[in-house]
């Protein structure tokens, strides 16, 4: 595997549901980040991590909770999501928090019923 | 960081030059002007960035005016795989060093 990959592509999921998403990064970078891209809008920031240790959190509901148990895995934990949850959510990854460029998976496509 | 302009969207004959323009009429001198692109339901791609000078690579150039307000980027050669939306984005060099996507430019390449 190459770059940085996103599992799994599709996910539908209830409301009461508990889910995870994972992002995987093999290029040895420092930073990993998670956006979301809802239909029609810019991607959105909601996380980042360097060096495992969050930096930033954009106003994220907390039904949302980030995982960096170390510099090459992030996951996104997911419970008791609302039906505007339903979006792309993209992972990505920088060689370090400065102004370096970002390297993004392919996303997840989440949908909440 | 600086807000950045485009427009909302272009057409580019296939084998022709894509030229896409982004005012950032409020960048700071510590600013960089990036490009990147998304095609359709994919994870944005990186394509180039610069500070002052022109930049080339294998997949674009950025040409940025003296002033730095504004910068094109250009496909020289566009191909149907080229039909994405473009994005320009202004970051600094401290602080979050988030990147705030807008709205792009939706390239579209015509046969």
């Known amino acids: 595997e190459t770059g940085v990959t996103q599992t799994p592509r599709h996910l539908v999921m209830g409301m009461t549901n508990k889910k995870s998403l994972k992002c995987e990064q093999h290029?040895?970078?420092?930073?990993m980040y998670w956006y979301k891209q809802s239909a029609k809008k810019p991607l959105e920031l909601m996380f980042v991590?360097?060096?495992?240790?969050?930096?930033e959190n954009n106003s994220v509901p907390s039904r949302f909770s980030p995982e960096c148990p170390n510099s090459s895995h992030l996951f996104l934990h997911l419970h008791t999501l609302q039906p505007e949850d339903s979006a792309l959510y993209l992972c990505?990854?920088?060689?370090?928090?400065?102004?370096?460029?970002?390297?993004f998976g392919p996303g997840t496509r989440l949908t909440v019923t | 960081d600086a807000k950045t302009t485009q427009p909302p969207s272009m057409d580019c004959a296939e084998g022709r030059a894509a030229n896409l323009p982004c005012n950032h009429s409020?960048?700071?001198?510590?600013?960089?002007v990036y490009w990147y692109r998304q095609i359709h339901s994919q994870g944005p791609q990186y394509i180039i960035h610069?500070?002052?000078n022109n930049e080339t690579n294998e997949m674009a150039s950025l040409i940025i005016t003296e002033d730095r307000k504004s910068s094109t980027l250009i496909l020289p050669h566009a191909t149907l795989r080229d039909t994405a939306v473009y994005y320009c984005?202004?970051?600094?060099?401290?602080?979050?060093?988030?990147?705030?996507f807008g709205t792009g430019t939706r390239l579209k390449v015509l046969a």
């Open positions: 290029l040895g970078h420092n930073a």
């Open positions: 990505a990854s920088s060689l370090d928090r400065g102004p370096y460029e970002q390297y």
């Open positions: 984005i202004v970051r600094g060099t401290s602080g979050t060093y988030k990147y705030i």
């Open positions: 610069g500070l002052k």
């Open positions: 409020t960048i700071s001198g510590n600013e960089y």
């Open positions: 991590y360097s060096l495992e240790e969050r930096v």
